[in-house]
T-cell receptor, first 115, second 109 residues
């Protein structure tokens, strides 16, 4: 069964350091999402791509976060510099298309701890 | 701010008992999805409901979408320890999903 792949699964970094997460969506899925899930809360959308284009990054803290999907397949989310409040689970999801009728499938996530 | 309110926040029951969790909003959604998430893992899609009043059954799980497409419920019959997890509802509007904070369900053997 096709799955969304994410790496690393766990990351511990010191504040002010740079950190990067990678996501490989399900093959054929044009839409890719990055979410942040703080403990005790539901996932919140950070950025959404349609192929290589950003559809929505309104909730992405652009002073320190960046995301790219250069070839419209896999994607990287970067934080520089990391802050203590960035500790969370970072989830990647993909769907066949963009719109309410397309179901999103999530990867296992990257658990980030900033010390 | 999350558009969807889930209740209860925590639920602990004995194996074999039934449970219901709720997902409420003042907003209308074009569809609503339910996910289960285990610790340290990503959410896994359980079901999507689209039509107001729709009821879907998956084995021991029954999902209902409110007539006005603002609320939903998940009912589990004869819960098993394998049902333990965080249950998240997510409402679809425009091209986005808005998630609730989830209900943590613990089923004791």
């Amino acid at each position: 069964e096709a799955e969304v792949a994410q790496s690393p699964r766990y990351k511990i970094t010191e504040k002010s350091q740079a950190v990067a997460f990678w996501c490989d969506p399900i093959s054929g899925h044009a839409t890719l999402y990055w979410y942040r899930q703080i403990l005790g809360q539901g996932p919140e959308l950070l950025v959404q791509f349609q192929d290589e284009s950003v559809v929505d990054d309104s909730q992405l803290p652009k002073d320190r976060f960046s995301a790219e999907r250069l070839k419209g397949v896999d994607s990287t989310l970067k934080i520089q510099p990391a802050e203590l409040g960035d500790s969370a689970m970072y989830l990647c999801a993909s769907s066949f298309g963009t719109g309410a009728s397309y179901e999103q499938y999530f990867g296992p996530g990257t658990r980030l701890t900033v010390t | 701010t999350q558009l969807l309110e889930q209740s209860p926040q925590f639920l602990s029951i004995q194996e074999g008992e039934n449970l219901t969790v709720y997902c409420n909003s003042s907003s209308v959604f074009s569809s609503l999805q339910w996910y289960r998430q285990e610790p340290g893992e990503g959410p896994v899609l359980l079901v999507t409901v689209v039509t107001g009043g729709e009821v879907k059954k998956l084995k021991r799980l029954t999902f209902q979408f409110g007539d006005a497409r603002k609320d939903s419920s998940l009912h589990i019959t004869a819960a098993q320890p394998g049902d333990t997890g965080l249950y998240l509802c997510a409402g679809a509007y425009d091209y986005k999903l808005s998630f609730g904070a989830g209900t943590t369900v613990t089923v004791r053997a």
